[in-house]
């Protein structure tokens, strides 16, 4: 079951830091361990996009725009993901009309909407499997700090409002390695939202060294956002920063009336299900959530009702500088081809 982030990892450093802090050291020092060894080649070039922090900053929708890049300039990407939530170990095809999230993860079924994408907690053999279904390009939704698989492109993101929060290693902070030691396998670093305190600091030391750095928001599906206008909403979401989620709704000019916010791929129980209808029914109120979340309603019997009234909000990340950014990943994508070419 997905446990809750302790709520100081979020906030200054303090004493559950401190105290936390020689695990944190050595947690630390076997993450940049793994991140220095060597992976195999992949018969494709790799393009992997990862957080520097536990939780949820915008990667998946930073895979889904990358694939989308790599759609319009004639690539045929297919995106591989180890699956988190599921109970298979793959390598397999995600078929979103037989396989549920129970079996795959809620990630992959979103995924599985725009490209092929292949489940493998083995990533090599993934990415095998990919080739064999003709991607010209595999895309790792996570994957960063694993070394199996030898990236091309390496783009980490970043929620700009949450950052790095106290700027430790878990455990006596979310980081799951030291900055700099992520940043120097990094090709680029994208920032989700305004950055601030914490976030302007790790973009300016990305800048000091030589990473481009980009700007990146969340925008809301327009169509989703007009059914929901007028509307009084009880939003809930199981993801790593719900607040992000419940923000987006009210910048957008939604009425969130009720929020309620679980922990990240929340598996929902039946009385938890029950408990949100009928808040909903008793202040009139519309259910909202995340696709994700959908994702994980879907196929589950004991949510059947819950799955049928709410109302998913799907987001696309939008980049500031788009063409900079698919130019930058097109070179390294046709280095990479060359590379394997040559052998």
């Not at 079924?109 to 499997?129: C, D, M, Q, S, W």
């Not at 914490?198 to 030589?210: E, P, W």
């Not at 679980?262 to 259910?287: K, N, S």
Request: charged share 20%; net charge positive.
């Amino acid at each position: 079951m997905p446990m809750r982030e302790p709520a100081f990892w979020w906030g200054k450093r303090g004493l559950a830091a401190g105290a936390l802090a020689p695990l944190a050291a050595i947690y630390g020092g076997v993450a940049a361990a793994r991140l220095a060894k060597s992976g195999a080649r992949a018969e494709r070039p790799v393009v992997c996009v990862g957080n520097l922090t536990v939780g949820g900053a915008g990667k998946t929708p930073t895979a889904l725009a990358i694939a989308g890049f790599l759609a319009s300039a004639g690539e045929q990407p297919a995106f591989l993901t180890r699956g988190y939530g599921g109970r298979l170990a793959g390598p397999l095809l995600v078929e979103p009309a037989r396989h549920h999230a129970a079996e795959v993860g809620d990630e992959p079924l979103l995924l599985a909407r725009a490209a092929p994408t292949i489940v493998a907690r083995e990533r090599v053999a993934g990415a095998a499997l990919a080739v064999k279904c003709r991607a010209g390009a595999v895309v790792m939704d996570d994957g960063f700090q694993n070394p199996s698989l030898t990236k091309d492109f390496s783009v980490l993101v970043l929620d700009g409002r949450r950052g790095v929060g106290n700027g430790c290693v878990v455990p006596a902070g979310p980081l799951r390695a030291p900055v700099i030691v992520q940043l120097e396998r990094a090709q680029a670093l994208i920032v989700v939202g305004p950055a601030l305190d914490s976030a302007k600091t790790v973009a300016n030391v990305a800048r000091a060294q030589g990473i481009p750095v980009f700007a990146a928001r969340l925008e809301p599906d327009a169509g989703a956002l007009a059914t929901l206008r007028g509307k009084r909403v009880l939003a809930f979401a199981g993801i790593g920063d719900p607040e992000r989620f419940f923000a987006t709704l009210a910048a957008a000019g939604i009425a969130v009336a009720a929020k309620r916010g679980f922990a990240d791929h929340h598996r929902y129980t039946e009385p938890e299900a029950r408990t949100l209808c009928e808040a909903a029914d008793r202040d009139g109120l519309t259910l909202v959530t995340t696709e994700k979340d959908q994702a994980r309603l879907a196929g589950e019997s004991h949510l059947v009702t819950l799955a049928q009234r709410v109302h998913p909000l799907p987001v696309a990340l939008k980049l500031e500088d788009e063409v900079r950014f698919k130019s930058l990943l097109l070179q390294h994508i046709a280095a990479a081809r060359q590379w394997i070419a040559n052998g």
